[in-house]
């Protein structure tokens, strides 16, 4: 089990649970916590007794988003007398932050966000690359960027669109405005609000339980098909689904759930 400086992660029942763990800033992703995100679900992807990801925060806010500390060192990280490679260097940290979140996506198992306090800024662009989020009642969301001159630059703008639409996401982006657990839930955001932060918790591990239940193989396979389907064609994702399947589906996992099935029994998988 790795051990982290921002994060909390523990793995039972085959859930991966990945927790920010700065209470005392809001968790607020500094420069440690973007570079530990990263490594946290690689090894949820390399162990194959984690099945699923569970990702919260500790305290009262699931992330106050991008820590300004970070942001206010950027000069000095970057700085060169050559204009040129001075920003060729901000465009590969925007480009590392970038694979920081996406991989979240990268990651085989499924990711379920749950949500409590408030999602600002840099939390939207971490939400969206979950398989899906789910939120206490007391959740809040902001794209805050605007509001510091900026835009957001880490995948909310590219993703945030496939899940909600062109409209809300423009006006959620060009207003900065703060939009609650049951308006998440209302344009799509979210899936699920729950009453209190302990119901959240306790119904999205149930969930997490869920998927563990099922076939890991299968599960993986269909993360990496809705992926790539979302980016793709119909035809272009018909055609990688069926190449998938000639050389995944004669499973013994599609043994077991067969069997199990005419048997009443619950099937058995291999991590």
């Known amino acids: 089990m790795p051990t982290f400086e921002t994060l909390s992660v523990s793995l039972e029942n085959h859930i991966a649970t990945v927790r920010l763990n700065r209470p005392e800033k809001a968790n607020a992703m500094n420069a440690a916590m973007w570079q530990e995100i990263r ?36 000069p000095a990280q970057i700085a060169d007398d050559c204009d040129g490679r001075m920003r060729e260097k901000l465009r590969r940290l925007i480009l590392d932050l970038q694979d920081t979140l996406t991989s979240l996506e990268r990651c085989r198992k499924p990711v379920l966000a749950a949500i409590a306090g408030g999602c600002i800024g840099g939390g939207i662009d971490l939400i969206t690359c979950a398989d899906m989020r789910y939120a206490s009642s007391d959740a809040f969301f ?27 996401t423009r006006e959620l982006a060009y207003t900065g405005r703060k939009f609650d657990a049951t308006e998440a839930q209302g344009i799509g955001l979210v899936n699920r609000v729950f009453e209190s932060r302990e119901a959240l918790y306790a ?30 064609s119909v035809a272009d994702s018909l055609n990688y689904i069926a190449t998938w399947n000639a050389a995944m589906l004669q499973s013994k996992d599609l043994m077991e759930a067969m069997s199990s099935s005419m048997t009443k029994k619950s099937p058995t998988f291999k991590d």
Do not use: C
Request: proline residues 3%; without cysteine.
């Open 142 to 168: 902001t794209i805050k960027e605007i509001d510091i001159g900026m835009v957001a630059d880490v995948g909310t703008l590219q993703r945030l669109p496939k899940l909600i639409g062109q409209g809300i």
């Open 203 to 232: 119904g999205v591990q149930a969930i997490a339980a869920e998927i563990a239940a099922k076939s890991p193989l299968s599960i993986r396979g269909t993360k990496e098909m809705l992926n790539y389907a979302r980016d793709h």
């Open 39 to 74: 490594q946290a679900f690689e090894w949820v992807d390399a162990t194959p007794e984690a099945r699923v990801a569970v990702l919260q925060g500790e305290g009262k806010y699931f992330t106050a988003g991008i820590d300004l500390q970070l942001m206010m060192g950027l």
